[in-house]
């Protein structure tokens, strides 16, 4: 497990401090002053990375936990945060000889020599001794170290996204943050087409990033660098397994994680300044691959799409001759019908002057919650192990955008085992044919996980070094149109009015119009963008996408027997054969995050908890949410084809 070192967290303490108060306006300033400027010599792409560190590492623990045996309520909080103990457990706190007071004396007057517990610990800062107070350095202090969670007499806890909302209620049914298993980032890339136009990608490892605190960024971005809004895309990878920044899970947080979200919004810009600032002449080389997506019990095959053979509804495994079906690996779709897209696309940018590679862009599709909630370690989760693959065999930073995560889809029981060194492990025994075949993950574990961001990582790796020839000549276009979802569902009628109301600048306050936008809150804008960027074509989501509006469906029917007998599932066109080029990504949760885009046809109703298909139902805002996005995807496309007749909002903008 990689836990970080207490040197690391007050290492990376000290740098967020620094981003943190450096603020906005001194920011724009530095930056807008820099030997940055926009080229004006086209024809040439350019490009550039970067990572921003956007773990939040000053927290506390739960003082109620084993490591804490003797804290009892009502006491001040005098917990680091950052180890689970007090200052004199930290490390260095004893000095150079590791002896509380002075060694081998009984400072405490006691009858016991260099005698220090939880309990007492007297010894600890005796005069004349080489103790050290406070070594990471995390006393609260408001003017010297207001970041600080040592002695403020308050609990500063993180609570993690997904999942669980978080409840008033002390340490009862929350996901409070319980250290650091790998740091969550804000990672950008800039490029600028050898036609001039430039356009500002992010990823940030978050459960969802919402358009209060995306736009303003966003705005921030075009008042420095001139880069229109409509040409920046701002989107989360879904991890559950990080602070919640889109609101959903802490309507009932006092402050509603501000304090984080505020130090958020300046990282993202940071992140994004970083990357156009590195902009230098590069070349491109975008591939399109695939993973193993099943595995056979019987024969101990592993194959890749088209040759799994895996039925439209999990209920076909029921049936007589079920058995002859595969099992989904890596990538499983949780709910019925089955829509397969195990398709990784990814583009990699070199430095025209020496050859390294700057970066690479990568586009998959799989929920990053494998641990379910059980987990309190801030993660990247699968994502870190993708990145940190693809950055030590092609150099450069990984900038990873999650795709298509309607239907729950997330890690299937089968992956194929790597080990830490970034090699895949084979089983002991053959196939049925007598070939070497790969041994099979632990369930539920980090190893698991690792091994699943191996395995996708090794397929864009193995791809884009078999491909030759990059390409400098490439143009950039992007359009960005706006698009209007009214959250009406009764769980956000219910529970959730402070993501709509609270910290919302007043350009991005929510619109009432007659009709659809005239509900509790009104309309919430997103926007959907269609970019071209060389041979790689962009389609975004505000949302949790079924696969389904991506690579179409045909129909089907799920046999259910008992109470709900058999469903039929209609056929549906996809967007994906519209958009232009060899190459085609869709990048999920962008420019902001509403929950599930769910067809309309296979809702069952928000409340109807014990049917099989039953959980987006619940958690999106709209019912119509998917389908008036999938309208927006193929009006921008050009195709009259529409998933129901209703009216595509705004009319005008």
């Known amino acids: ?322 058995d002859r079906y595969d099992e989904e690996a890596i990538q499983a779709d949780k709910r019925n019908p089955k829509v397969r897209n195990t398709e990784i696309t990814a583009a990699q940018f070199i430095s025209v002057a020496t050859g390294q590679t700057l970066g690479t862009f990568i586009n998959w599709h799989a929920h990053p919650d494998s641990l379910g909630s059980s987990n309190m370690l801030i993660s990247s989760e699968f994502v870190h192990y993708l990145r940190e693959f693809a950055e030590k065999k092609l150099g450069g930073v990984a900038v990873y955008f999650t795709g298509t995560l309607g239907c729950q889809i997330g890690q299937a029981w089968y992956v194929p085992l790597w080990s830490e060194d970034m090699k895949p492990v084979f089983a002991s025994d053959p196939d049925s044919h007598g070939k070497p075949t790969r041994a099979v993950a632990p369930q539920d574990d980090w190893v698991k996980i690792r091994s699943e961001g191996y395995e996708v990582a090794n397929e864009v790796v193995s791809a884009l070094n078999s491909k030759s020839g990059f390409s400098a000549q490439t143009e950039v276009s992007a359009r960005t149109e706006p698009l209007d979802i009214a959250p009406v569902n009764i769980l956000h009628l219910v529970t959730t009015k402070s993501v709509w109301n609270f910290d919302v600048e007043p350009e991005d306050s929510m619109i009432s119009y007659p009709g659809r936008c005239m509900g509790r809150f009104g309309c919430v804008r997103s926007d959907v963008s269609l970019m071209q960027i060389g041979d790689l074509s962009i389609l975004t989501a505000p949302g949790e996408i079924d696969p389904a509006y991506w690579v179409g469906r045909p129909e089907s029917v799920a046999h259910y027997g008992g109470k709900w007998g058999d469903e039929t599932y209609p056929a549906m066109a996809g967007a994906r054969p519209l958009l232009k080029g060899p190459y085609k990504a869709v990048l999920g949760q962008a420019n902001n995050y509403l929950s599930y885009l769910l067809p309309r046809s296979d809702n069952v109703g928000a409340l109807k908890f014990k049917h099989p298909n039953h959980y987006e139902e619940f958690v999106t805002v709209n019912k119509h949410f998917g389908d008036d996005t999938g309208n927006k995807w193929m009006q921008m496309l050009g195709s009259r084809y529409r998933y129901n007749k209703r009216k595509i909002l705004p009319k005008k903008y």
């Open 1 to 322: 497990m990689e836990i970080c070192t207490d040197s690391q967290y007050r290492g990376n303490l000290l740098r967020q401090s620094k981003i943190f108060f450096s603020l906005p306006l001194i920011l724009t300033l530095l930056l807008a002053s820099s030997s940055w400027v926009e080229a004006d010599d086209h024809g040439q792409i350019k490009a550039g990375f970067a990572a921003i560190d956007i773990t939040p590492y000053q927290f506390e623990t739960a003082p109620v936990h084993p490591s804490n045996p003797f804290y009892k309520f009502g006491q001040p909080f005098y917990d680091t945060g950052v180890d689970g103990l007090y200052d004199f457990e930290e490390p260095g706190a004893f000095g150079p000889d590791g002896k509380p007071g002075i060694a081998g004396y009984d400072d405490g007057h006691d009858g016991m020599i260099d005698n220090c517990t939880r309990e007492k610990c007297d010894e600890y800062l005796a005069e004349f001794s080489d103790d050290v107070p406070d070594p990471a350095r995390d006393n609260f202090d408001p003017f010297t170290n207001p970041l600080g969670t040592e002695g403020d007499h308050r609990f500063n806890f993180i609570n993690l996204g997904g999942f669980n909302p978080f409840y008033p209620v002390p340490f009862i049914g929350n996901r409070l943050a319980q250290g650091v298993h790998d740091p969550v980032w804000a990672r950008a890339i800039a490029i600028e087409g050898s036609n001039g136009v430039r356009t500002v990608l992010i990823s940030a490892d978050l459960p969802g990033l919402v358009w209060k605190h995306i736009n303003p960024v966003r705005r921030q971005i075009e008042k420095v660098y001139g880069i229109p809004v409509s040409n920046i895309v701002i989107a989360s990878t879904h991890d559950h397994a990080a602070p919640d920044a889109a609101g959903y899970w802490s309507t009932a947080l006092p402050g509603h994680g501000k304090a984080y979200t505020d130090r958020l919004r300046v990282w993202l810009f940071n992140a994004a300044a970083a990357a156009i600032r590195a902009m230098e002449p590069a070349k491109m080389k975008t591939i399109a691959t695939r993973h193993i997506a099943c595995y056979n019990s019987k024969t101990r095959e592993w194959k890749k799409d088209p040759d799994c053979n895996i039925p439209m509804n999990s209920t076909d495994y029921n049936l007589p001759g079920g």
